[in-house]
C-alpha cells in the first residue's frame, strides 16, 4: 500500500496518447492530475516545404488578388510563410495577404497572424471551422476569392459549401499527416487497451482516431479495440471533427465544451470519476480506480489479473462469483485454477484478506455491508 492523502484525481489510471503533436503537454497535464501515461503516436506531420502542390497553390494566390484568408492552424500558417521565404516568395505572399481579410480559427493561428506582421479581422469564439464557415457564408461569397490553410488533412465540406455559395476556393496544404515513423509503439498501445491495461484515450485530432483504427484492422484486431473502446475504455476528444472516425466505427467519446487540452483533460478526469466504483467491505472504504483500488485513504497498487478480479466481483457487490465467471474476466482467458491465485495475489495487494470471501464450492464475493 502507498499512502494517497490528497490522491489526485487521476491517480491509479493509465491513459493513452495517440498525438503526435503537443503530445508531451498533453502528457505533462494528465501526469500532473496522477495519471500514468503511455505513448502510441499515430501520426505524424510531414512539412511540405518542397512540395509542389504547396508552391502551386502559393502561386495561384499570388497571380490574382484574394479577398478571404482563413488561417485554421498557427504551426500551419508559420509553415506557409517560411516555405515561402525558401522559395524567395516570402515578402510578395505577406503583402498580398496583408491586403486580404485574414480569419483565425483560434488564438495559435491569431498568433502567427500577428507574428508575420499582420492582423486578424475575425476570429470565432468557438475557435471551430463550423463558426467560421458560417460567418463567411453569412458575410457573403459570391463572387469572392478565398483561401483555405489546411490543417493536415483536407476539408472537403469547408471548401464545398463556399464553392456552392458562389466563391473561388483556393486550399492551401502546408503539411500533411501521415503514419508514424515508428508503428511500434502505437501497436503495442492497441495491445494494452485490448488487455485492460489502459483506461483512457484521448484524442487530439481526427487524423490520429482513424489511423489508430487503421492499424487495428491492418493487424486483425479492430472488432476487439471497437468493443473495447466502446464497452470498457473511456475515449475521449477534444471536438466533434476528432470524434467523426470513431462515432463511424459506432464508438462513443466524451467531449469538452471548449476545444482545449486542458479542458479535455478534466472531461477525462470528471468521466473517468463517474465510472469509478465505491463501496464499503469489511469495514473498508475501496475505490477502485483503473489500475488500483484505494483502500481507506491508502493506494493499493494491483496486477493486471487481481485487477480483472477486483472489476468483476465489484460489478454486484456482495454477490457470489463463479470461478468459471471470474476465469472469463481474466485478461486474455484463464483456467479456474488462475483464479485462485488471482484472488490470493488480490488479498496481498489490498492489505485485508477479509475483503473478499470464498463462498466453498461456489466462488468468491466482496465482503459488503448489507
Partial sequence: MIEASGTLPLT????GITAARRADELGALLVRKGATVRYGPAIR???LADDTELRAATERLLAEPVDVVVATTGIGFRGWVEAAEGWGLAE???RRLGTAALLARGP???GAIRAAGLSESYAPA???SAELLQHLLESGVAGRRIAVQLHGEPLPYFAESLRQA???VIQVPVYRWVGPADPGPLDRLIDAVLDGSVDALPFTSAP?????LAMARRTGRLAGLVDALTHRVLVACVGPVTAAPLAAAGIPAVQPERARLGALVRVVAQALAGRSPKLRAAGRCIELRGQAAIVDG????VAPAPMAVLRALAREPGRVVSRRELASALPGGGAEHAVETAVGRLRTSLGEARLVQTVVKRGYRLAVER
Fill in 12 to 15: 491509479g489510471f493509465a491513459v
Fill in 45 to 47: 506531420i510531414v512539412p
Fill in 92 to 94: 510578395e505572399l505577406v
Fill in 108 to 110: 495559435k493561428a491569431r
Fill in 126 to 128: 468557438s475557435e471551430s
Fill in 166 to 168: 458562389g466563391a473561388e
Fill in 208 to 212: 490520429a482516431a482513424a489511423s489508430t
Fill in 298 to 301: 491508502q493506494l493499493c497498487e
